[in-house]
């Protein structure tokens, strides 16, 4: 219980820092890769991505999701790519090699589609390495690039505003 405070503790000053000397640039380069970062128990509909990234031209395997939660990986068998906070150590180490290697993916946009309020998934929005990140509204306002305020129940509010907004930043690329 101990190392558990003071994991969170760690983890909470090792956030703030990344978020400190996080410098936020716009581009107008155009979104050709997606990662998305999502809470199992906020929302757990994969096509609705598929969908997504078919309307902003993304091609299929130019887009990756990884899902979080609090419970083991054996709860949900279906996704691939579920995650849990025993997969993040002390001062944001990561100890799964296949997150690893999707937080240092430097996707062109990434999408953080939770509206729960938890370290981990704030931590792992912080330590990726894409250029533009959107999210849902949260407290800490650092974490995302672009913010769109609604829930994960409305998801087609979501998607039509991230297709507005990517259009009138020129981040979507018409003809491919």
Partial sequence: MIFKGFKEKSNRKYLDKLLSSRTQSVSDRPVKSLGVITYLKDFNYLNAFENLAKELHIRPNRLEVISFSLEEKNDMNTWDK?????DLGRKGAVKNIELERFLNTEFDALISFYETDILELKLLTALSKAQFKIGL?????RLNDLIIKTSTKDFDVFQAEVKKYLTILNKIEYDQ
């Fill in 82 to 86: 579920l995650f849990n906070p025993n």
């Fill in 137 to 141: 509204f949260q407290p800490d306002e």
